[in-house]
């Protein structure tokens, strides 16, 4: 890992492979270890790939926490939230 950075009170860690012209960054959330990735070009500062990254990443904690909630608007119900074994 190359970077980590507090984002709500959990901590956040980013990781930067370069790719030939692009760079492949993760972002990986330490509490529930979701990990989202994106792709950007390697001339692009690493604070907006930070940035894009976390952003995806909110994104999918919070459609993973809408997910669960079956009030929720537009969730399916009877269908469980992901269960890893």
């Known amino acids: 890992m190359t ?6 009170g959990r901590t956040v860690y980013f990781e930067f492979v370069p790719m030939g ?12 270890g979701t990990e989202v990735v ?3 070009p390697a001339s692009t500062s690493q604070a907006e790939l930070e ?6 990443l909110r994104r999918r904690l919070d459609a993973e ?8 608007p537009g969730a399916s119900p009877g269908i469980p ?3 890893y074994i």
């Open 3 to 8: 970077g980590r950075r507090r984002g709500g």
């Open 51 to 56: 940035r894009v990254a976390m952003a995806k």
């Open 38 to 40: 994106i792709f950007g």
């Open 65 to 72: 926490r809408d997910a669960g909630d079956e009030d929720a």
């Open 81 to 83: 939230p992901k269960t």
């Open 21 to 32: 012209r692009q760079v492949r960054v993760a972002a990986i959330d330490e509490v529930t």
